[in-house]
């Protein structure tokens, strides 16, 4: 069964520092995308960044990046230059395209909070 | 252009109420779902809809129903409320079901059953 793992409940990181939030994935399916959305403590759902897997190269959004290893069935987001901003919850979510549902699986997200 | 509209933001009941979450968007989305988050898990989908007039069951249904009568609301109806069903509710739509279509979320719904 399709499952998505975020192995990190919680991160520190200092402003304007990089860092890397885990997020590995379990499918039998060959076609897939792999999304990240962005929790913030006012509780939206913000889209972030989305990777296919398909695609040859790592997707990128401003900051923010997708360490894509489909061979290590892993999705890692990368934030760059960190800001006070991001902190917030981030969820790692995947779509199998032969369900034909749409439904997204989330895993268990990870807290991120940036140290000035 | 809202987005994904949900009301109420926030709600209490007494343990045996009912109510309805109503989720609207203006994108022209055909799927539809209510998802559920829970402290210390992600997001849990519960009901989900591909279309007008069409309903399906998701990963947590029991206790709730849902309705999809016209193409730009979902209802999520909860017919006897528990403690257990306490939670924050999430509504969401996507264009289609492709792996690229992403999904847009709705602001929550926080209820809180007594």
């Known amino acids: 069964a399709q499952k998505i793992t975020q192995t990190q409940p919680g991160m520190f990181v200092q402003e304007k520092e990089a860092v890397t939030l885990d997020c590995t994935y379990d499918t039998s399916d060959q076609s897939y995308g792999l999304f990240w959305y962005k929790q913030p403590s006012s509780g939206e759902m913000i889209f972030l960044i989305y990777?296919?897997?398909?695609?040859?190269q790592n997707a990128t959004e401003g900051r923010y990046s997708l360490n894509f290893q489909k061979a290590r069935k892993s999705a890692n987001l990368v934030i760059s230059a960190s800001q006070l901003g991001d902190s917030a919850m981030y969820f790692c979510a995947m779509r199998e395209t032969s369900s034909n549902t749409g439904k997204l699986i989330f895993g268990q997200g990870t807290t991120l909070q940036v140290k000035p | 252009n809202a987005g994904v509209t949900q009301t109420p933001k926030f709600r209490v009941l007494k343990t045996g109420q009912s109510m309805t979450l109503l989720c609207a968007q203006d994108?022209?989305?055909?799927?539809m779902y209510w998802y559920r988050q829970d402290p210390g898990m992600g997001l849990r989908l519960i009901h989900y809809s591909v279309g007008e007039g069409t309903t399906a069951k998701g990963e947590v249904p029991d206790g709730y129903n849902v309705s999809r009568l016209k193409k730009q609301n979902f209802l999520l109806g909860l017919e006897s409320a528990a403690p257990s069903q306490t939670s924050v509710y999430f509504c969401a739509s996507s264009y289609a079901d492709r792996s690229t279509d992403t999904q847009y979320f709705g602001p929550g719904t926080r209820l809180t059953v007594l």
């Open positions: 990777q296919g897997s398909y695609d040859e």
């Open positions: 994108m022209n989305h055909e799927y």
